[in-house]
C-alpha cells in the first residue's frame, strides 16, 4: 500500500530508518554448463548471414560469466548434429544449468517443431522426421540438470522450405515460425526469437536482434534468468519497432536462478547522495528476519546470524529464536513444522504460508496451509487478467506481489509485507506468458521494488502506467515524492497522482489524500481535501481510506469529531481485511470511542488483528495480560505475546519485555536479558522507554543499571564506572545509543 508514511489513524510507534548495504544474492559455486549450435552454409537452400557470429557472442557472454563449459559447434549435419546432443546430455547430468542455444533455421510441422541441419534437402513432408531434428530431442539432453534446463532457439526465421516442399498429406500444416511449446519437464523454459506462428528478423549487424539482446542481458550479475529473458523481450521489441516478440515457454520454480554468480552491489541514489534507505523503513535485516521469523528452522536463523549479526537488535531477535527453539526441543515432541504451523495457523499472509509449504513439504499441515493460500489468491471465476490469459504464475504474482482491493474480495499484500525473492520469480514468470498485461508488469515493478531494485522496478512501473496501468503510474509517483532513485519532486508526483485519481484509480485517490491530510513536502495541509480523496477512494472499497475515513472522524479533522461515525468505518474496513482498522476497533473499544467501553470486545479486534501479523495489536494484547484487563493477569502469557510483538518488531513491545526480565515477572529475573530488550527498545525508536531510562533511573532494578552500562560499554558509548549510576556519562550514552552515533 503507502510506502513509508505512517498510520496516522493509529498511535504507532513507528521503527526508526535504518541504512544499509543490499547486496543481490551471491550462490555458491555451481555447475553451469551450455551447447551453442550455429548452423549458418546450408546446402540445399539460402545460407544465414548470423548463426556463427551469434553463437561467438553467446560463447563471450557464458564464458564471462564463468560457466564451466561451453561447447560450440557450426555447421552440423544430422548425425553431427545428433553426436552433440547426446555428447551434451553426459555433460549435463548433474549440472545445476544446463543450456542449449540454437542459431539456423527450424521449422514447424503439424504443430511439432524442428531444428534444420545444414545437410536436409526435405524433398517431401515426409522428409521432416527422417532429416530434421525434433525439439523433443533437444531437450532431452538436458534432463540431467537439476535447478535450470534452459533451450533458446534463434531459429523463427521464415521455414525455407515452405513453398518447395511436395505435401504428401494434404492434412499436414506447415506453417510461419514455430508452434508453441508447453514443457512438461520440471524447471524447463524454451525461449523462441519470436513467439508462435512470427518470423524473426536477421537484423542488418553482425548479429541478430535476439542474440543481441541475449548477450547483453542474459548473464548480468544478480539477475534473475526470467527477469533477464524479460529484459530481452523489451529489448527487441524496441529494436524490431515491434516487428519482433521473443517468448518464453514454460515455469521454474519458486527459487531466484543466477546465470551470472557475481556478487554486485546495487547503490540508490537519494538527492544526491548514496545511501542504502528503503520506503519502507525495513532494513535488510529486518526484511529478512520478517522472511525467516514464522518458521521454527534452526539452519535458516544461523544463516541469517552469519549475514546480520552485527545488527544487535536482529541479533538479538534470532539468538533468542534460537534459544527458544533449543528450550522446545528439550521440553516438547512437537516436530519444527508443528511449531511453526502454530504461529501460522491463522494467517493471511500468502507469503509466509508458501514458505512454510516450501520449507516443510512434508509437513501433515501442508494441505491446510494450501488450502489458505488458495483463499488469498483473486477468487477462481474473477477476470483476474486483461488478455484473459489467467495461468498460474499470475495467480502467484497476486497472491504474492498483489495489489490490495485491486479486484473485488481480493486482499492483496501490503508493500512492507512483500516477499520480494518469491514475488519476482512469480511475476517474471507470469510477465514472460503474458507480457501484455500492464497489471503483471506493475506488481513485478512491486517485487523488484521491495527488493530495492528501484532501477528495473522503475522501468516496469513506467511500463506500465504508458500501457494505461493506473497503478503503475501511482507506484511511479511515489518514486518522485520520496525521492527513491533520483531528486525529491512532489510536484510532478503530485501531478502523477492526480492523473490516476482522476481516472477512478482508488490507490491514487487515497495516495492523494495522504499527501493534504499530512502537508507533505510542502503541499498545504488540508483535511477537507484530503478528506474528500479518501471518501472518492473508500467509497470503492478500499480498506486503507475506509480505515483513515474513520481516523478522520474520531480526530475531528476536516469533519465534526464522531465517534461513531469512525466506529462505523472502522468496522467496514476490518470487514475488507485491513489489520489497522481492526487494531482501530480495538482501541475504540479498550476506550470507549463511539461504543461502551469494552475490553473484552477490544481483545477479540486485537485478537483478529494479532492473526494477520499487527505487531502494535500482538505488544496490546500483551498489555491486557500484563495488566489484567478483560483477562486474569498472567504475566507468562504477557511475556509470550510481547515476544511475537518484539518478533515483528515492535519497540513498545520491547521494553515492556525488558521490564519482565527486569523484575522477574513471568519468567526468571535476567538483568543482561532486561538491559538487552531496553537497548533494542530504544535503538528500535521508542520514546517511552527512552526517557524512562534517562528521567526515572529508579524504575529499573540496581542489577539491570549495571548490566545497561556493561551494554553502552561494549557498544563503545560509555568508558565510565559499571555503578548502576545515571549520571551525565551514563545519559550522553543512552542519547548516543538512541541516535547510534
Not at 525434433?134 to 535450470?148: F, I, M, N, W, Y
Not at 529473458?229 to 514454460?250: H, I, S
Not at 544526491?272 to 528476519?289: I, M, R
Request: charged share 25%.
Amino acid at each position: 500500500m503507502f510506502k513509508g508514511h505512517s498510520q496516522g489513524w493509529m498511535p504507532i510507534v513507528v521503527l526508526a530508518l535504518s541504512i544499509f548495504a543490499f547486496q543481490a544474492g551471491a550462490a555458491e559455486a555451481a555447475k553451469r554448463v551450455a551447447l551453442l549450435i550455429g548452423n549458418e552454409k546450408y546446402e540445399a537452400t539460402s545460407q544465414l548471414n548470423n548463426p556463427a557470429n551469434d553463437v561467438e557472442l553467446m560463447k563471450t557472454s557464458f564464458e564471462d560469466a564463468g560457466f564451466d563449459t561451453v561447447t560450440t559447434v557450426h555447421d552440423v549435419d544430422r548425425a553431427s548434429m545428433v553426436r552433440a546432443l547426446r555428447d551434451f546430455e553426459d555433460t549435463a547430468a548433474g549440472a545445476d544449468v544446463a543450456i542449449i542455444y540454437y542459431s539456423g533455421h527450424g521449422m514447424e510441422m503439424n504443430g511439432q517443431n524442428y531444428l534444420l541441419p545444414v545437410d536436409v534437402s526435405l524433398k517431401t513432408d515426409k522428409d521432416v522426421e527422417d532429416e530434421a531434428i525434433p525439439l523433443d530431442r533437444v531437450q532431452r539432453s538436458l534432463e540431467g540438470a537439476t535447478k535450470l534446463k534452459l533451450v533458446i532457439l534463434d531459429a523463427c526465421r521464415n521455414n525455407p522450405f515452405e513453398q518447395s516442399m511436395t505435401r504428401s498429406i494434404s492434412t499436414r500444416a506447415v506453417s510461419r515460425g514455430l508452434a508453441r511449446v508447453e514443457p512438461e519437464s520440471a524447471d524447463l523454459l524454451v525461449a523462441f526469437a519470436s513467439k508462435a506462428g512470427t518470423v524473426a528478423m536477421d537484423g542488418e549487424g553482425k548479429n541478430s536482434p535476439f542474440a543481441t539482446a541475449l548477450s547483453k542481458y542474459l548473464t548480468e550479475p544478480g539477475v534473475d534468468v526470467r527477469i533477464a529473458l524479460g529484459k530481452v523481450r523489451d529489448e527487441v521489441v524496441t529494436a524490431t519497432n515491434r516487428g519482433q516478440e521473443p517468448f518464453v515457454y514454460g515455469s521454474l520454480g519458486g527459487a531466484q536462478i543466477f546465470l551470472n554468480i557475481k556478487e554486485v552491489n546495487i547503490n540508490v541514489t537519494n538527492n544526491g547522495n548514496t545511501q542504502e534507505v528503503s520506503p519502507t523503513g525495513l532494513s535488510e535485516a529486518a526484511a529478512d528476519w520478517q522472511n525467516i521469523r514464522d518458521l521454527a528452522d534452526k539452519d535458516l536463523i544461523e544463516v541469517f546470524l552469519a549475514k546480520h549479526g552485527a545488527d544487535p537488535v536482529y541479533k538479538m531477535l534470532a539468538e533468542k529464536k534460537l534459544k527458544l527453539l533449543a528450550e522446545a526441543a528439550q521440553t516438547s515432541t512437537m516436530s519444527p513444522d508443528e511449531i511453526a504451523w502454530e504461529a501460522l495457523k491463522q494467517s493471511t499472509d500468502g507469503a509466509a504460508l508458501t514458505r512454510f509449504i516450501e520449507r516443510y513439504p512434508d509437513s501433515k499441515h501442508k494441505a491446510e496451509a494450501e488450502t489458505q493460500v488458495a483463499a488469498l489468491e483473486p477468487k477462481k471465476g474473477l477476470n483476474i487478467s486483461q488478455t484473459g490469459k489467467d495461468t498460474q504464475a499470475s495467480r502467484d504474482c497476486y497472491l504474492l506481489a498483489g495489489e490490495p482491493q485491486s479486484m473485488p474480495g481480493f486482499l492483496g499484500v501490503n508493500f512492507p509485507k512483500i516477499d520480494s525473492a518469491r514475488a519476482l520469480t512469480a511475476c517474471a514468470q507470469a510477465v514472460n506468458e503474458n507480457p501484455d498485461d500492464m497489471m503483471l508488469v506493475n506488481m513485478l515493478g512491486r517485487a523488484q521494488d521491495a527488493g530495492r531494485n528501484y532501477v528495473e522496478a522503475r522501468r516496469n512501473y513506467q511500463k506500465a502506467a504508458d500501457g494505461g496501468n493506473m497503478y503503475g503510474l501511482t507506484n511511479l509517483a511515489w518514486f518522485s515524492i520520496y525521492g527513491t532513485d533520483g531528486p525529491v519532486d512532489i510536484d510532478k508526483g503530485k501531478a502523477m497522482f492526480e492523473q490516476a485519481a482522476n481516472n477512478g484509480n482508488s490507490y491514487a485517490q487515497a495516495s492523494l489524500g495522504w499527501l493534504y491530510r499530512e502537508g507533505y513536502g510542502g503541499v498545504p495541509q488540508d483535511y477537507a481535501e484530503s478528506l474528500k480523496w479518501y471518501q472518492l477512494s473508500a467509497n470503492q472499497g478500499y480498506a486503507n481510506a475506509m480505515a483513515t475515513v474513520g481516523w478522520f472522524y474520531r480526530e475531528g479533522n476536516g469533519v465534526p469529531k464522531d465517534f461513531s461515525q469512525s466506529l462505523s468505518w472502522y468496522q467496514k474496513a476490518a470487514e475488507a481485511g485491513d489489520a489497522n482498522a481492526m487494531s482501530s476497533l480495538g482501541w475504540a473499544y479498550q476506550n470507549g470511542l463511539g461504543t461502551t467501553q469494552d475490553y473484552t470486545e477490544a481483545k477479540k479486534w486485537y485478537e483478529k488483528a494479532a492473526n494477520v501479523g499487527d505487531a502494535y495489536s500482538m505488544a496490546l494484547l500483551g498489555w491486557f495480560y500484563d495488566d489484567g484487563k478483560a483477562v486474569p493477569q498472567d504475566y507468562a502469557q504477557a511475556r509470550n505475546w510481547y515476544e511475537m510483538a518484539s518478533n515483528a518488531g515492535s519497540a513498545y513491545a520491547m521494553g515492556n519485555l525488558s521490564r519482565l526480565y527486569d523484575w522477574g515477572l513471568g519468567t526468571k529475573a535476567d538483568p543482561k536479558e532486561a538491559a538487552r530488550w531496553a537497548a533494542a527498545s530504544v535503538e528500535g525508536g521508542d520514546p517511552a522507554k527512552l526517557q524512562e531510562l534517562k528521567t526515572s533511573p529508579d524504575n529499573f532494578t540496581p542489577a539491570f543499571r549495571k548490566e545497561i552500562q556493561a551494554l553502552l560499554r561494549d557498544r563503545g558509548y560509555y568508558s565510565g564506572p559499571l555503578d548502576g549510576d545515571f549520571g551525565a556519562a551514563t545519559q550522553n550514552a543512552i542519547d548516543r545509543l538512541a541516535k547510534k552515533t
